[in-house]
């Protein structure tokens, strides 16, 4: 289905835009200098990966440099608390999800070719390795038969897991980590090409799939079964998606977040580059990063005020915060 012409809003003053589900103004504000690094670094850390918010509301970023790799954690203020325990540095897609009443990290490990279930204080308690995955979806590639990019869980307790990296094939795991099922993949009907991550679209019931096809610029939605229940076309390189309230909000990897209503339709656009170079690129410097502008955003989440958080693919690590005034 073709969607309206996207309306770009003011970065700063996002009114009188909404669905029909969701009848709430929306007004975010860029927080500058939020973010303060761990004790003794300049920055971060180079950053290929996410961002999730626990319900406490500390942030978690993952960071694949040497110095501090791995998950870091932040307070709501931006001051820098520790490093997560046994989380690998390779961390390209995660998310944090109450399952049972308690919340857990669930983490795709890129080189680590597996997906790693912690305790927030990092126990490790469940990991899927991709050797359980049949030979029919893997690479000829014997060192890297699967890159896997991205995890959500439904509600149900599967597990999903994107191969974004390798082959695109979405791979179905139990809640134990055994190996179910898979679809996707580069051929019809699907075509993806670099399926880069995926969230469980709980707007729906039942739940859906909301995958980023990053270079076809389109977004898929589909059912858990793996039916292509839609395709939203002329995406800015779409990298990540989250679920707020009634809307879908894409992190553009060209420099730009969406705002999705439950039919497709961009009602709201945030933070838009109009400086080409700087987009879609991890070599973006400190000193020339804009407020509130983005350059490629890679990860996102929102924390429970609706404030947004966004984890730019970046060398020197950068996590753009937008509050959400009401």
Not at 108 to 113: E, I, K, P, T
Not at 139 to 166: K, Q, S
Not at 223 to 244: H, N, T, W, Y
Request: aromatic share 8%.
């Amino acid at each position: 289905m073709l969607r309206p012409i996207a309306r770009t809003c003011s970065l700063l003053c996002l009114t009188a835009l909404c669905t029909t589900a969701f009848a709430a103004d929306l007004n975010f504000a860029a927080v500058e200098n939020w973010i303060k690094p761990a004790p003794g670094s300049a920055t971060i850390g180079a950053a290929h990966g996410d961002v999730a918010v626990s319900s406490n509301g500390d942030v978690y970023v993952s960071i694949n440099g040497p110095v501090n790799g791995g998950l870091q954690v932040f307070d709501s203020s931006g001051k820098y608390l520790h490093n997560v325990p046994n989380a690998p540095n390779d961390l390209h897609g995660f998310v944090i999800r109450k399952i049972g009443g308690e919340e857990f990290i669930l983490g795709a490990s890129v080189l680590g070719h597996s997906v790693l279930k912690m305790k927030l204080d990092g126990k490790i308690t469940m990991k899927f390795d991709a050797s359980q995955i049949p030979d029919d979806y893997k690479n000829l590639n014997a060192a890297h038969p699967v890159l896997l990019t991205a995890v959500d869980v439904a509600p149900d307790g599967r597990i999903f897991v994107v191969d974004g990296y390798g082959r695109d094939f979405i791979h179905i795991v139990s809640a134990d980590g055994k190996y179910l099922d898979s679809f996707g993949g580069r051929q019809a009907p699907y075509n993806f090409t670099i399926l880069h991550k995926i969230c469980i679209d709980t707007r729906f019931d039942p739940p859906q799939i909301l995958g980023t096809d990053r270079e076809n610029r389109r977004v898929v939605r589909m059912s858990l079964d793996g039916d292509i229940l839609q395709v939203i076309p002329e995406m800015k390189r779409p990298a990540a998606v989250a679920v707020f309230g009634d809307l879908a909000v894409i992190a553009e990897i060209e420099g730009r977040l969406s705002f999705l209503d439950r039919e497709g339709n961009t009602v709201m656009t945030l933070g838009e580059n109009d400086i080409k170079e700087q987009t879609a690129t991890n070599k973006v410097k400190p000193e020339d990063w804009r407020p509130g502008i983005l350059t490629a955003p890679h990860g996102l989440d929102f924390d429970t005020d609706g404030n947004l958080l966004v984890s730019e693919f970046n060398e020197f690590g950068r996590i753009v915060r937008y509050d959400l005034n009401q």
